[in-house]
């Protein structure tokens, strides 16, 4: 429940350090909890797709530490305390920042706390998003807790678990609506790929925040990753991107020249076995509502002209919109729906807007009766 947002960092790169003249950031914090003395706070910064140590600082008797460094461009800096390594705290640092926060380790959820922040508005909105982890990581220790004693009756065990499934869920929209109010906030690039795993549902969420930041930190590769998910983690509601390519007779064909239909877009290749066992499918469908306003445009991600050509014959696949550049995974077509495995639809409404994605089976059929009726 208590998630650590470390193993996130592998997916960004920060920005090339800019011209201009570095600033001093610094760091005082308390941290209390701790048992003894003679702890250290690791320090490292992410620099280019690496984590590089950066400083060590000693943490006083009364829990007390600081560090400070030049600053040329924001920079997302890493501390781990001596024998909690795995407890990361992220600290987002602008030039010129001055920040301080304390936080008591909680031994019974193994995570630090931050209580209290101050400084910038990064180091805000950092507390606010551990505060929430925290609360719901306790409420999930409680549920755990008794989840596991052996007097625990099976319809008990079922009922925590609705609980832990509905704790998850709030702790989601509670994070969520604490994004939606910090859209301009930097850390929240990184704070948003808490929802990485489930873009296309906050698609909306990706795009304010990368409506908010992407003016004022157009070069920073936090905001670039989101802005590249907000390209490619394409949900329902939203506007289906065009793709134009030649079909097998060279010819050019859009996507959009089927506006006022309902399509599917169906990336497939000849090489690929599930793809050719949901073709019998794709074709009965085909069949079955066409006459009634269905189309299917059909990318390949094929490299040779043959085996495509043998494919679309083979299994019968009768429409005219086949189209391939024959690049493989590196299919223009593929790359603006951010496709990364086949086979991937996208069915898209009369006006152009995204319905669902990855529909196959009974599952295809059924959203098809339900558009068009038996």
């Known amino acids: 429940m208590y998630k650590n947002i470390k193993t996130?960092?592998?997916?960004?790169?920060?920005?090339?350090?800019?011209?201009?003249?570095?600033?001093?950031?610094?760091v005082q914090a308390k941290i209390s909890g701790l048992k003894g003395n003679g702890y250290k706070a690791f320090v490292s910064v992410v620099v280019g797709n690496a984590v590089q140590p950066f400083d060590t600082a000693v943490i006083d008797a009364k829990g007390n530490l600081k560090f400070s460094a030049e600053c040329k461009a924001p920079s997302l800096y890493l501390l781990n305390i001596s024998e909690f390594e795995k407890n990361t705290l992220h600290l987002m640092l602008e030039p010129g920042d001055k920040v301080n926060f304390e936080a008591v380790y909680d031994d019974t959820l193994s995570a630090f706390h931050i209580v209290s922040a101050k400084g910038s508005d990064n180091i805000r909105l950092y507390q606010q998003f551990n505060d929430i982890l925290y609360q719901c990581g306790q409420q999930a220790r409680r549920i755990d807790n008794e989840y596991i004693l052996p007097s625990t009756s099976e319809r008990r065990k079922q009922e925590l678990s609705q609980q832990m499934q509905q704790l998850q869920l709030s702790q989601n929209i509670a994070v969520r609506q604490l994004l939606e109010k910090n859209t301009n906030v930097l850390l929240s690039?990184?704070?948003?790929?808490?929802?990485?795993?489930d873009a296309e549902t906050y698609a909306d969420l990706f795009e304010a925040v990368d409506n908010g930041l992407k003016e004022r930190y157009a070069d920073n590769?936090?905001?670039?990753?989101?802005?590249?998910?907000?390209?490619?983690?394409?949900?329902?509601?939203?506007?289906?991107?065009?793709?134009?390519?030649?079909?097998?007779?060279?010819?050019?064909?859009?996507?959009?020249?089927?506006?006022?239909?309902?399509?599917?877009?169906?990336?497939?290749?000849?090489?690929?076995?599930?793809?050719?066992?949901?073709?019998?499918?794709?074709?009965?469908?085909?069949?079955?509502?066409h006459d009634k306003g269905f189309e299917i445009y059909s990318v390949s991600l094929d490299k040779s002209r043959d085996p495509w050509l043998l494919a679309i014959e083979q299994d019968g696949l009768e429409w005219p919109n086949h189209v391939s550049d024959l690049n493989g995974w590196t299919s223009s077509g593929g790359a603006?729906?951010?496709?990364?495995?086949?086979?991937?639809?996208?069915?898209?409404d009369r006006q152009g807007r995204i319905i669902a994605r990855n529909l196959r089976g009974e599952q295809l059929a059924n959203k098809l009766k339900e558009i068009f009726g038996e």
């Not at 996130?8 to 610094?26: E, H, I, P, T």
């Not at 603006?336 to 898209?348: A, C, E, H, N, R």
């Open 8 to 26: 996130l960092l592998c997916a960004f790169l920060l920005l090339a350090f800019s011209n201009s003249n570095a600033q001093k950031v610094s």
């Open 189 to 197: 690039a990184f704070l948003v790929t808490y929802f990485d795993n």
């Open 221 to 289: 590769q936090f905001v670039k990753y989101v802005d590249n998910k907000v390209r490619t983690s394409l949900g329902p509601g939203r506007m289906a991107p065009e793709i134009e390519m030649k079909d097998p007779n060279g010819k050019i064909r859009k996507l959009s020249d089927l506006r006022g239909k309902v399509v599917m877009i169906d990336f497939w290749a000849s090489w690929c076995r599930p793809c050719r066992m949901e073709n019998p499918n794709v074709v009965k469908l085909y069949k079955k509502y």
């Open 336 to 348: 603006t729906y951010g496709i990364t495995s086949v086979p991937s639809t996208v069915l898209i």
